[in-house]
């Protein structure tokens, strides 16, 4: 017997050429959005903060990332990392690795 439920990979596919970052709902319901992001030396503009209305849970699975808050502490991300940013807390992405594709779990809620 066939299941009926789709098996997917955060692994797969990845673009060759990464012009924009990329957002991706993987889930969502309940409030709750569950999103891959892909960043292959991307960073936020220079101007500007991420000022969300709901919790970020935030791992990166693959490649590596500075996280900056408005406060000036930066935070390193490594594969395994994850960090869970409150709402309307300022931050931005300072810089992500250019020569491999930086790969994030982030959960909303």
């Not at 490649?63 to 709402?87: H, R």
């Not at 930086?102 to 959960?107: N, R």
């Amino acid at each position: 017997m066939k299941s009926s439920v789709d098996v997917h990979n955060i692994f797969a596919n990845i673009p060759a050429m990464l012009d924009t970052e990329i957002f991706e709902d993987l889930a969502k319901g309940g409030g709750v959005t569950i999103e891959r992001i892909i960043s292959k030396g991307h960073r936020s503009p220079e101007t500007g903060w991420y000022d969300q209305e709901k919790n970020e849970w935030v791992m990166v699975l693959k490649g590596e990332a500075i996280l900056l808050y408005e406060d000036g502490e930066s935070i390193n991300l490594n594969p395994g990392d994850y960090i869970n940013i409150p709402a309307h807390t300022k931050h931005r992405v300072q810089w992500t690795a250019p020569g491999v594709e930086t790969i994030w779990l982030a959960v909303h809620y």
